[in-house]
């Protein structure tokens, strides 16, 4: 391989987000359901930043994965519409008064506002690890694992997620 081949080899994986800095998963999102709400999916971003409106240290986020919709990443559907039941967000927050317990908020394609929590989850857990700031000056990581099995009326999602430097 030339020289000129590693360097744009190098440059594209760290403008691709390959550096030990950057946010990194292992795992997917699954829903088995009717045809729209089969899906398979990993994450591709994660924020500590809470979706509740509240200041960092009055709202109860724990940290929220994020994916792109699907229907605007795929040339073929002419409407972004008519791609699947996907997720866009889930949202992790500790019930009030219950610190060391979790509920989740999925936000999908086609429905906002999915309540995954111990009525709905026979397993819904998530364990975390804060570790240090990026870069010099910023705000603690997060890093964890999720599992989760729940019904919802239309699909039954699971999933095992390892996630590593959520930020702020």
Same mark, same amino acid.
């Given at each position: 391989?030339n020289?000129?081949?590693?360097?744009?080899?190098?440059?594209?994986?760290?403008?691709? %987000?390959?550096?030990?800095?950057?946010? +990194?998963? !292992? %795992? =997917?999102?699954?829903?088995? %359901? =009717?045809f729209?709400?089969?899906?398979?999916?990993h994450?591709q971003?994660?924020? *500590?930043?809470?979706f509740?409106g509240?200041?960092v240290?009055?709202? *109860?986020s724990?940290a +929220?994965?994020?994916?792109?919709?699907p229907?605007?990443? $795929?040339?073929?559907l002419? $409407?972004p =519409? !008519?791609s699947?039941?996907a997720? #866009?967000?889930?949202?992790?927050?500790?019930p009030?008064?219950q610190?060391?317990?979790?509920?989740?908020t999925l936000h999908?394609v086609?429905?906002? %506002?999915?309540?995954?929590?111990?009525? &709905?989850c026979?397993? #819904?857990?998530?364990? +975390?690890q804060? $570790?240090p700031? =990026? !870069?010099?000056?910023?705000?603690?990581?997060? &890093?964890g694992?999720?599992?989760?099995?729940?019904? @919802?009326?239309?699909?039954h999602l699971?999933? @095992?997620?390892?996630?590593?430097?959520?930020e702020y």
């Amino acid at each position: 391989m030339n020289a000129v081949r590693v360097a744009s080899l190098s440059l594209l994986l760290l403008a691709t %987000g390959c550096r030990p800095d950057h946010f +990194t998963e !292992h %795992g =997917n999102l699954r829903s088995q %359901g =009717n045809f729209r709400n089969t899906w398979l999916w990993h994450p591709q971003g994660c924020t *500590r930043d809470p979706f509740d409106g509240l200041p960092v240290g009055q709202s *109860r986020s724990i940290a +929220t994965l994020l994916w792109a919709n699907p229907g605007l990443r $795929n040339s073929k559907l002419s $409407n972004p =519409n !008519h791609s699947p039941d996907a997720p #866009l967000r889930l949202e992790m927050q500790a019930p009030e008064g219950q610190p060391d317990e979790v509920v989740a908020t999925l936000h999908s394609v086609d429905q906002g %506002g999915i309540l995954l929590d111990k009525t &709905s989850c026979s397993t #819904l857990t998530l364990h +975390t690890q804060e $570790n240090p700031p =990026n !870069h010099a000056g910023g705000r603690p990581t997060l &890093s964890g694992e999720l599992q989760l099995d729940c019904r @919802t009326d239309e699909s039954h999602l699971t999933a @095992t997620i390892k996630f590593d430097r959520c930020e702020y």
